[in-house]
Every structure is written in structure tokens, then in C-alpha cells.
């Protein structure tokens, strides 16, 4: 087992809580979570990557577990979202770094990539489309719209977070991997009980969710791109998935057919394999 570290860096104007591993002189990687996870989601991925001699650095992004949580709403905007990654990578001297997203996560590097491609080696996506795909699925799409009813939801102030607390988190309990130990939950319920936590978790959606009916960039993503999809995803249909993949003008899609949302966590061999495979072909 590779030795965890766990620090607070000061990027962008907050402190992030990350986790590191690995040589520090190894090649970068980047794990982004999403809702409602933490940086320890990745455990497996961190553990894998670092055991190969990458320098593994997940952090608890703005809002969540110990990561300061700004108050406000605009302090989600996506493009303060990159800026701490960005501020992060800085902060750790890494000019160039590979990446890796979930969920949200995966939402902040395909916008880190359009915006500061440079920044990026590889990039490695985890059941999210492509924003632009993401608008087109959530504006005319029914069945997608039904399975992001949450997101609407959570665009009622004050209620959604309060709500959660209320029934002892068994609303974000049930939308997580469900392969999860007793130990691990109460890891989870520990990060969303931290103060200002929940609300702050829900305001990415308040903003994000705002921000993908924008415009959004039509060029086509240059960073060679993964996709991992896991096709039992209750919550984002997989026939995002091709067309997110076609905007990018290096990009491979893998299904893992008896995933769900939590493709890392639920097949995590195959999604370490798969990730070693794509960032080693930088090297």
C-alpha cells in the first residue's frame, strides 16, 4: 500500500484539503470527485497510480469535507471551480499535469481543458458528458430530464440542504456506490456534516446547473481524452456518452457494462487499469 499524505494548500484564495502520494518527481495526476463525494473516493485510483510511480494529488474540491467553503452561490461559478485547480497545480510547481474527473469533477476538466489546454497532458472523464451535450440532453431529452430530477430540486434555497441533515444524510447515502462499508459511509456522513458542507455541495448545482444553459465553446477539445462510461448509471444516461466523445479530436470511449455512476468504485481494477494505460502513453 502506498503511503496517503494529507495537507491543506492555499490556492486561489482558499485552502484545499488534498490528498498526495506517491514521488513527488513522478508524472502528475489530478483526481477531481464529484457529488457527493471526497477526495478519498479515489482511494483506489490514488493507491494504483501512485504504486506506478505517479505523483497523485486529489483534493476535496471548494465546498467539501475539509476544504474551506465559501458562502454565496457566485463563489461556485465554473470558472472558480478551474481557477482553484489551476492555483493548485501552481501551488505543487506542476506546469503540466494529467487529469482525471468525476461526476462534477469531470464537469471542471472539461472546462479546465478548454480553457488552458495546455496545462493538460491527458485527460480522463468519468460518467459525464460533455456540457454541450449535457445542454442538449437536459433541454430536450425527457428521460434524462427525469433522471436529473435532483438538480432541480436543488434549486430550491435552503430546503435540499436542510432536508439532508433532517433524515441522518439517507438521501446522498443512497446515491453512492453501494459497495460501501459501514466505515467508509460514516467517512462520508462525517465530510457532509462538516459546517456549511452540505450547502455549499448543493451550490455547485445552483451555479453549474445555470451555467450549462450558456454558451458554451464549440471547438473541439485537443487533449487526448478517455472516456469510462458505466452503462447502469441511474442518474446520466449513457447515450451522452458518444456524442461527448465526439468532441474530442483525440478521444477513446470504454463502456463498463455492469457499472454504475460509481464506475471507479464499483469496477476499480478495470478503471486503474484503464487510467495507467491512457497517462502512461504521455510518458
Not at 471526497?38 to 483506489?44: H, L, Q, T
Not at 494504483?48 to 461556485?76: E, H, I, M, T, W
Request: glycine share 6%; charged share 15%.
Amino acid at each position: 500500500m502506498s503511503a496517503i499524505t494529507y495537507t491543506f494548500i492555499r490556492a486561489n484564495g482558499i485552502n484545499l484539503h488534498v490528498a498526495l502520494a506517491g514521488p513527488r518527481d513522478g508524472r502528475p495526476v489530478i483526481l477531481l470527485h464529484g457529488f457527493p463525494d471526497a477526495s478519498f473516493g479515489w482511494n483506489s485510483q490514488i493507491q494504483a497510480l501512485a504504486r506506478r510511480g505517479y505523483f497523485v494529488v486529489a483534493p476535496d474540491q471548494r465546498g467539501y469535507n475539509l476544504s474551506d467553503k465559501p458562502k454565496g452561490v457566485k463563489n461556485y461559478r465554473l470558472e472558480l471551480l478551474v481557477a482553484d485547480i489551476l492555483a493548485l497545480a501552481d501551488a505543487l510547481n506542476l506546469p503540466q499535469f494529467n487529469l482525471a474527473g468525476h461526476d462534477w469533477g469531470a464537469m471542471v476538466g472539461w472546462s479546465l481543458v478548454t480553457s488552458n489546454p495546455e496545462r493538460v497532458m491527458r485527460l480522463a472523464i468519468l460518467n459525464v458528458s460533455h456540457p454541450g451535450i449535457m445542454k442538449e440532453f437536459l433541454t430536450t431529452n425527457w428521460g434524462q430530464r427525469f433522471r436529473s430530477w435532483y438538480a432541480f430540486f436543488f434549486q430550491i434555497p435552503l430546503l435540499p440542504e436542510l432536508g439532508m441533515a433532517v433524515f441522518n444524510w439517507k438521501i446522498p447515502a443512497s446515491r453512492m456506490c453501494k459497495t460501501l462499508s459501514v466505515a467508509e459511509l460514516n467517512r462520508y456522513k462525517a465530510a457532509w456534516s462538516q459546517p456549511g458542507a452540505m450547502q455549499a455541495m448543493i451550490n455547485w448545482y445552483r451555479s453549474l446547473f445555470r451555467q450549462i444553459y450558456q454558451n458554451i465553446p464549440s471547438k473541439k477539445i485537443q487533449v487526448p481524452t478517455l472516456m469510462i462510461w458505466g452503462k447502469l448509471d441511474p442518474y446520466l444516461m449513457w447515450q451522452m456518452a458518444p456524442g461527448s466523445i465526439a468532441r474530442c479530436e483525440n478521444g477513446r470511449l470504454e463502456y463498463l457494462e455492469d457499472a454504475t455512476h460509481w464506475v471507479h468504485q464499483d469496477q476499480p481494477e478495470i478503471v486503474n487499469r484503464l487510467l495507467i494505460d491512457h497517462f502512461s502513453a504521455s510518458q
